[in-house]
């Protein structure tokens, strides 16, 4: 009997496209990555859109500050959106609004809660959207001091 010849090796896959190039310059001053997504245990991955308002994301909100006069439970909101969440400590902090999530009929939102690249989701009705003099004051009265490790 002849000896029987093995089939020939399957084509190569073609090479990955390159990947895109980064902007020129760098990201903002202030900015911090935080992606859409974040993963099982609430973390998000160092990569992903800037943070509009990194600067405040994580801190305190000022003591006196009060439930509709300062900011209001109820409104809009869209993704960059600078917002007050109640933290599992039971401290008030602001926090940037992500993306929309869950149903389209759900008031449900993807959250960045610190620079350290803490997310969750949380339903609308529970973040606070500060009101645009108390946010200015807030600004005008200079940088706000780092949370503590």
């Known amino acids: 009997a002849a000896p029987t010849k093995a089939a020939p090796p399957p084509p190569k896959a073609p090479a990955a496209p390159p990947a895109p190039a980064a902007p ?5 001053k202030g900015t911090v990555e935080a992606p859409p997504m974040m ?3 609430g973390f998000v991955s160092p990569k992903g ?5 990194a600067d ?3 801190t305190a909100v000022p003591a006196g500050w009060v439930a509709d006069k ?3 439970l109820d409104g809009e909101l869209a993704p960059g959106d600078l917002v007050t969440i109640r933290r599992s400590d039971g401290s008030l ?3 940037e609004v992500l993306s929309k999530t869950g149903l389209f009929f759900q008031d449900k939102w993807q959250v960045v809660v610190d620079n350290k690249g803490g ?4 339903e609308g009705a529970v973040l606070g959207r500060p009101t645009p003099s108390a946010l200015a004051a807030l600004k005008a009265s200079g940088p706000v001091p780092a949370p503590p490790p």
């Open 119 to 122: 997310a969750r989701e949380e």
């Open 93 to 95: 902090k602001f926090a």
């Open 56 to 58: 405040l994301v994580g």
């Open 49 to 53: 859109p800037k943070l509009k308002n």
């Open 39 to 41: 993963d099982n245990d």
């Open 70 to 72: 300062e900011f209001r």
């Open 24 to 28: 020129a310059g760098g990201p903002p």
